[in-house]
């Protein structure tokens, strides 16, 4: 999905989205690409941590908030999303109680990238595109998504 594409009303709140799996995308490809184990490790640290900021905000603002709008619209996509996301913190926190010498870490990040490759997929092609054709107007839960996201992105660095 090109940003160029979607309306005003729904521009940044998707696009807050998008930069985050774009983000995502680049740093599994950088992890794929590493020599270094200390560097993998913390990219797989970054990774997580900007996952769990990610999901934490669909879980808790966006996917309500799609669901209160138009609940029928969306049932189907929001419960598979979540399940999604639940298979991904299952091996974020599995992750993140590991390192590059313990065996099956790199191919747990491996998967991780993988099911957010298709949950990124689905989100971009199919969810995002319902929510711009139901002209659901967002603007009213950017500024909660984004606070809510750099609090938890700046709970984990303070930690």
């Given amino acids: 999905m090109n940003k160029s594409q979607i309306p005003v009303?729904?521009?940044?709140?998707l696009s807050l989205l998008l930069d985050d799996h774009k983000k995502a995308k680049k740093l599994f490809k950088d992890f794929e690409s590493e020599k270094s184990d200390a560097a993998k490790e913390e990219i797989a640290s970054e990774v997580c941590m900007e996952l769990t900021a990610h999901t934490?905000?669909?879980e808790e603002i966006f996917y309500p908030f799609l669901r209160k709008q138009s609940p029928d619209?969306?049932?189907d996509l929001l419960d598979e999303a979540?399940?999604?996301h639940a298979s991904a913190k299952a091996l974020i926190s599995q992750i993140q109680k590991m390192s590059m010498k313990d065996e099956l870490y790199e191919a747990k990040v491996k998967v991780?990238?993988?099911y957010v490759a298709h949950h990124v997929k689905e989100e971009e092609e199919e969810l995002f595109p319902k929510v711009i054709s139901k002209k659901i107007e967002l603007r009213e839960i950017l500024a909660q998504m984004t606070e809510r996201k750099n609090e938890l992105l700046h709970a984990v660095v303070a930690a």
Avoid: C, P
Wanted: proline content about 0%; hydrophobic content about 55%.
């Fill in 56 to 58: 934490t905000i669909e």
């Fill in 112 to 114: 991780l990238g993988e």
């Fill in 9 to 13: 009303a729904q521009k940044d709140v």
């Fill in 82 to 84: 979540l399940v999604e």
């Fill in 73 to 75: 619209a969306f049932a």
